[in-house]
């Protein structure tokens, strides 16, 4: 089930508010639990096994790892459950990758399973990691009650695409948290942000990029407006997702983190770093690089720690040479700003910001590619090195039909809309229209991307293959 749905919008949260407000307090991660199983069986009840068997080794472990803390048991049930883990993911994720990279080396006919992918096994396999490790590590107590384990692993708002909520951040809220109207208030607010952000403007410009794809009338000026369009889609989709999710947390009294801080303003790589999908970034720092020794180590173990952090990232993201690459790209960018570039870069205030927009674009291009064959295909024809022309009628006629579009999403992409919204509601003489103002405008957004729902636009979301 999509967030950005008609049956989610106006059947099933309206069902579970209901639910989940009249229960008492001792039934509410039950209510949470149950909604979220019937969310995620809602298309493929087959994998809820999956997700279960994966909760409960969570479980069984995690109670297995405190008894024995201090103990060298306590390591064995740690490695026991991460294995159980990353093993079931590299089954349903890997297992064909692999086995075709097999058959092309040695020339053999090993059949591929066709496993098809759980909806959100690389989300819900981090988080139960970080549980088992934060119990290992004394960072948070092991929970005896399974609901509430189940209820943070399967929370239906972060379940499919994150972010990647740590159970040491909200164990506290699973046993203990406080609902008002004002927090359902901001969490409906800035659910109804994510979902316009999703279907106004991530749609819009997933379209273009499908058309591009379809065109047989290539061009450089086509190439480059499809490199530009799939790195704002990409952002204001994966942006808008985490918003909603973060919207319907509040509405529940969670906390979640942030997961995006404006990537395209930044002046490095490393900041860029920050920014982007925060939660993914600090789970393998804090879980893959600084266990391996991170920087503290010599310069070439080092190196070494971060080829594997960003090979590991490249691959969460897609069993496939081009997310390798992605990643070995990363980490190349990051070794060279870290040696040489950090420095010099402070002083350029705005070459540097155009440094990492066409390297993070060409990075997505990358991403977005099938094959590399094909991701050097399409960098190549943004470079004027295909036997294309500049431009043709088709770049230009959709140049022009996008353009808005366009320029409302680069904007949207930095903090002013975030900063006049800011002032317009602090400011003694706009204060009392904004909050007028407000609630219409949500409510007109609202209206709006039903309208588009119920027209059957393009409204598919990219990290459901992860």
Known sequence: ???????????????????????????????????????????????????????????????????????????????????????????????????????????????????????????????????????????????????????????FPQLIAGPIVRYSDIAKQLENRTHSLSDAALGIRRFIIGLSKKILIANILGELVSVFKASDEKSVLYFWLYAVAYMLHIYFDFSGYSDMAIGLGRLFGFRFMENFDYPYISGSITEFWRRWHISLGSWFRDYLYIPLGGNRVSKARWLFNIFVVWMATGLWHGAAWNFVLWGVMFAILLIIEKLWLLKPLKKLKVLNHAYVLLLVMISFVIFDASSITDAFSNITGMFGGLDIPIVTFESVYYLKSYLIILVIAIIGATPLPKKLTSVAEKNKHTEKAFNIAEPVVLMLLLTVCTAFLIDGSFNPFLYFRF
Not at 64 to 82: P, Y
Not at 105 to 130: D, E, H, N, R
């Open 1 to 155: 089930m999509l967030f950005s749905s008609i049956p989610f919008l106006f059947y099933f949260i309206p069902c579970v508010a209901i639910l989940y407000f009249a229960a008492p307090k001792c039934l509410k991660n039950s209510v949470l639990l149950l909604s979220s199983l019937f969310f995620y069986g809602w298309g493929e009840p087959r994998y809820l096994i999956f997700m279960l068997i994966s909760i409960t080794q969570g479980y069984i472990f995690g109670t297995l790892i405190e008894k024995h803390r201090g103990k060298r048991r306590s390591k064995v049930f740690l490695t026991a459950s991460v294995l159980f883990s990353l093993g079931l993911l590299g089954y349903c994720k890997y297992a064909d990758f692999f086995i075709d990279n097999f058959n092309a080396l040695t020339g053999m006919s090993v059949p591929l399973l066709k496993i098809a992918l759980p909806i959100g096994i690389s989300f819900y396999t981090f988080q139960i990691l970080s549980y088992t490790v934060d119990v290992y590590r004394a960072d948070a107590p092991a929970q005896k009650n399974y609901i509430n384990l189940a209820a943070y692993i399967a929370m």
